[in-house]
T-cell receptor, first 111, second 112 residues
Framework: QQPVQSPQAVILREGEDAVINCSSS?????VHWYRQKHGEAPVFLMI?????EQKGHEKISASFNEKKQQSSLYLTASQLSYSGTYFC????????????FGEGTQLTVNP | DAEITQSPRHKITETGRQVTLACHQT?????MFWYRQDLGHGLRLIHY???????NKGEVSDGYSVSRSNTEDLPLTLESAASSQTSVYFC???????????FGQGTRLTVV
C-alpha cells in the first residue's frame, strides 16, 4: 500500500515556499524524500527516522510526526532548480528494508 | 566509483515475448529493488531482494520474476510481455534499512 502524498502538483514563483505532505496508514519506521527531474533517476534528499526528527538540507527541510504517521517536506525561498517530482518513500515497522513510494508531487518553479 | 547500471536503456518488444532487463550494482549492497513508473502511479514496487537467493514480491509483481544468484545483479524478467507492461523501469539498491537508495538511470520498455 503506497503512502499518500499531497498535493499532487504545485506551481510556484521563484522565492515562494511550498509544503509537500506524505501520510501512511501503517506505523512508520522511517521516511525518505527523493527528487526526480524529467527523464532522470530519482535522487536522494534526506531520511527521517522514527522519533519525530526534523532534518534540513540547504533550504529544504522535513519533519516526521510519529503520532500522525506523517512527514512534511518544506521548500523555502524556492529556486528554479527545485522543479521536479518529489517522492516520499516509507519503511514500515513490519516491512524490513522494503521501500514503498508515494505517487509523487510535481513541483514547478517559474521565474 | 561505485554505481548502479541498467541495460538496455530503451527496448521495444512484441506482445508475448519474454524480456529480461538487467540491473548491476558495484556497491556490494544486499538490498535491491525493481520499480515501475507510470503517470499517476508514481513508483510502484515490483520485486525486491535482501540478498543472494532471496526474492520477494512487491505490489505489482504479476507477470514479472527476478532471480538473485550473486550480490551485484538482479535481472527482471517479463515472462510474456503485455501492453500493460509498457513503462519506465527503475532498479535501486541500498546497503540496509535506514540508508539511502541509489537508482539506476531507468529502462524505457515499450510493448507493441
Amino acid at each position: 500500500q503506497q503512502p499518500v502524498q499531497s498535493p499532487q502538483a504545485v506551481i510556484l514563483r521563484e522565492g515562494e515556499d511550498a509544503v509537500i505532505n506524505c501520510s501512511s496508514s501503517k506505523a512508520l519506521y522511517s521516511v525518505h524524500w527523493y527528487r526526480q527531474k524529467h527523464g532522470e533517476a530519482p535522487v536522494f534528499l534526506m531520511i527521517l527516522l522514527k522519533g519525530g526528527e526534523q532534518k534540513g538540507h540547504e533550504k529544504i527541510s522535513a519533519s516526521f510526526n510519529e503520532k500522525k504517521q506523517q512527514s512534511s517536506l518544506y521548500l523555502t525561498a524556492s529556486q528554479l532548480s527545485y522543479s521536479g517530482t518529489y517522492f516520499c518513500g516509507t519503511e514500515w515497522e513490519t516491512s524490513g528494508s522494503r521501500l514503498t513510494f508515494g505517487e509523487g508531487t510535481q513541483l514547478t518553479v517559474n521565474p | 566509483d561505485a554505481e548502479i547500471t541498467q541495460s538496455p536503456r530503451h527496448k521495444i518488444t512484441e506482445t508475448g515475448r519474454q524480456v529480461t532487463l538487467a540491473c548491476h550494482q558495484t556497491w556490494n549492497h544486499n538490498n535491491m529493488f525493481w520499480y515501475r513508473q507510470d503517470l499517476g502511479h508514481g513508483l510502484r514496487l515490483i520485486h525486491y531482494s535482501y540478498g543472494v537467493q532471496d526474492t520477494n514480491k512487491g505490489e505489482v509483481s504479476d507477470g514479472y520474476s527476478v532471480s538473485r544468484s550473486n550480490t551485484e545483479d538482479l535481472p527482471l524478467t517479463l515472462e510474456s510481455a503485455a501492453s500493460s507492461q509498457t513503462s519506465v523501469y527503475f532498479c535501486a539498491s541500498r546497503r540496509q534499512s535506514n540508508t539511502e537508495a541509489f537508482f539506476g538511470q531507468g529502462t524505457r520498455l515499450t510493448v507493441v
